[in-house]
């Protein structure tokens, strides 16, 4: 069974930095892109960031480009967000998604619980 | 970046019901277009892929149309589990760009 366990998240102050983790298990990590979306509170759906399988891809929002690094370690099955500069617009609660191939055009199977990033105004 | 444009943003129905939810991509993205449920206080949930498969464990009430600029979500029976926010989301660009949810609620 597939299962993304999501943690990090917690109370930092305008640029602060914090690390968020994603533990993947029930599938072969490596095999599959992954991807960071955040949900601002009472507000949609926004895609942060995304990573090829292999870790040699990596693809950024805007909004984050320059501030947010996503990587993974393969032999961990773990997926990483490491967020630095964050400003009040960065809380959110942070989702961590896998993919259904390793690159390319693939939609999202399973998503992570979630963990909560606030950054005080 | 491709803007996803959702309609009703909110909707009344009763059990049993049929709703259809519409999403327009600003340009075409063939079929890389996927569908997302999401209770409140609790994570995403993917629905629909390919425009029109339904993901594993997904019932049949569920359905998804559509294919270019225009996409369709239909749930032909609803349910006291299917009152939740649904998500459009193309995955044919970067960046990937979600619509801005449709509130389906009980009447």
């Known amino acids: 069974e597939v299962d993304l366990l999501e943690s990090g998240g917690g109370l930092v102050q305008r640029g602060g930095s914090l690390r968020l983790s994603c533990a993947a298990s029930?599938?072969?990590?490596?095999?599959?892109?992954m991807t960071w979306v955040r949900q601002a509170p009472g507000k949609g759906l926004e895609w942060v960031s995304s990573?090829?399988?292999?870790?040699?891809?990596?693809y950024y929002a805007d909004s984050v480009e320059g501030r947010f690094t996503i990587s993974r370690d393969n032999s961990r099955n773990t997926l990483y967000l490491q967020m630095s500069d964050l400003r009040a617009e960065d809380t959110a609660e942070y989702y961590c998604?896998?993919?259904?191939?390793?690159?390319?055009?693939?939609?999202?199977?399973?998503w992570g619980q979630g963990t909560p990033v606030t950054v005080p105004s | 970046d491709i803007q996803m444009t959702q309609s009703p943003s909110s909707l009344s129905a009763s059990v049993g019901d049929r709703v259809t939810i519409t999403c327009r991509a600003s340009?075409?993205?063939?079929?890389?277009l996927a569908w997302i449920q999401q209770k409140p206080g609790k994570a995403p949930k993917s629905l629909i892929y390919?425009?029109?498969s339904l993901q594993s464990g997904v019932p049949s009430r569920f359905s998804g149309s559509g294919s270019g600029t225009y996409f369709t979500l239909t749930i032909s029976y609803l349910q006291p589990e299917d009152f939740a926010t649904y998500y459009c989301?193309?995955?044919?660009?970067?960046?990937?760009?979600f619509g801005q949810g449709t509130r389906l609620e009980i009447k």
């Open positions: 998604a896998k993919a259904t191939d390793t690159s390319g055009h693939n939609e999202f199977d399973y």
């Open positions: 029930g599938f072969t990590f490596s095999r599959y892109a």
């Open positions: 990573i090829s399988g292999s870790g040699d891809t990596t």
């Open positions: 340009q075409g993205i063939s079929n890389y």
């Open positions: 390919a425009a029109s």
């Open positions: 989301q193309q995955y044919n660009t970067y960046p990937i760009t």
